[in-house]
């Protein structure tokens, strides 16, 4: 298991842009996929976007699709969520969380194969 901390939500106006970063503490953190979702109260979580062990694979919800970018720095045990042209609709607790990185790729879209959470982070966007 990881333990994960998110950081980096806040308030911000439509157009403009946040980057939200996720510390994880505990072993094998770069044998890890990692992924971040999102739930708005009320409804349930939705996926946003992964990323495999290495980088070199990521996936996107298509309504991030072009304007948010997944990245990590396993030296730092880091994942980031760089969310650019923000829309009231992208207003939502964010949550990281912690995948094997061996599943077949269409699992990493769904919250039930992540083993460990974060607490989430509050975005929320202004019209």
């Known amino acids: 298991q990881v333990q994960l901390v998110e950081s980096g939500g806040g308030l911000v106006q439509a157009g403009g842009s946040l980057r939200l970063s996720c510390a994880a503490s505990g072993r094998a953190f770069s044998s890890y996929a990692m992924g971040w979702f999102r739930q708005v109260l009320g409804k349930e979580r939705e996926f946003v976007a992964a990323i495999k062990w290495s980088g070199g694979s990521t996936y996107y919800a298509d309504s991030v699709k072009g304007r948010f970018t997944i990245s990590r720095d396993n030296a730092k045990k880091t994942v980031y969520l760089q969310m650019n042209s923000l829309k009231p609709e992208d207003t939502a607790v964010y949550y990281c969380?912690?995948?094997?990185?061996?599943?077949?790729?269409?699992?990493?879209?769904?919250?039930?194969?992540?083993?460990?959470w974060g607490q989430g982070t509050q975005v929320t966007v202004s019209s």
């Open positions: 969380a912690a995948a094997d990185s061996f599943l077949v790729s269409s699992r990493y879209y769904s919250s039930s194969y992540y083993h460990s």
